[in-house]
């Protein structure tokens, strides 16, 4: 049973414009309930939105359509999520209505429920480094490519409302790792809370 501490965000939520939905993410509940009934939850401070077709940095850029960008077309509010490295997984949210292939990148939460096992599990790293990243985010929430294509509102992994983040603490900068995306890189699309600790702030 899901037994949510605030209302889950809805289908319309995501339905939207994609850079609207990256900062109204910000200072959202992410939640994952894992196999044994155990829950991993975390605030979200960091996140970069991906503009589909135009973007030369989206998976979809130019309408590209493959095995793992299926999800992107799909309902909006569900899970993208992808292997980068071999090794790391990403957690995307679909934006936008079916068809128009648009994400969120969810790339930094700060800590709430699971101190005790992120403690254990990962000793060698500061509080406010076990979820600051998208692959550190996915290995501390133990999100991997069994989330892909799931609804964010779901029993299992569920996005919360929260409450919103005040503009003026809210920083707006070019997105990260995307050298290969030309004149994209540039664009302003990461967005960050002023006072988390937990975001990459440039790294």
């Known amino acids: 049973m899901k037994n949510p501490i605030n209302p889950t965000l809805p289908p319309d939520f995501y339905a939207r414009d994609t850079v609207t ?38 998976h979809s850029y130019g309408g590209k359509r493959t095995p793992r960008t299926a999800t ?8 993208y999520v ?21 994400a969120v990148l969810i790339r ?34 133990k999100i991997d490519k069994a989330a892909n294509g799931l609804c964010l509102g779901n029993s299992v992994l569920w996005i919360e409302a929260k409450g919103a983040v005040a503009d003026a603490d809210i920083e707006a ?3 990260i790792g995307i050298a290969y995306a030309e004149e994209a890189v540039d664009w302003p699309l990461r967005f960050y809370v002023r006072r988390s600790r937990s975001v990459s702030k440039g790294g």
């Open 21 to 58: 939905v990256a900062r109204e993410l910000l200072g959202q509940r992410l939640c994952h309930r894992l196999p044994g009934g155990e829950l991993r939850t975390g605030t979200i401070v960091e996140t970069e939105a991906y503009l589909g077709l135009g973007d030369k940095a989206a």
């Open 173 to 175: 900068g070019p997105r």
């Open 82 to 102: 992808y292997l980068i490295y071999g090794m790391h997984y990403c957690l995307n949210a679909v934006t936008r209505p079916e068809g128009v292939p648009e």
């Open 72 to 79: 992107m077309y799909g309902p909006p509010g569900h899970a």
């Open 108 to 141: 930094a939460l700060e800590p709430e429920q699971g101190h005790e096992l992120w403690a254990q599990e990962l000793p060698h790293l500061k509080p406010e480094q076990w979820l600051s990243g998208p692959g550190r985010l996915c290995r501390g929430m």
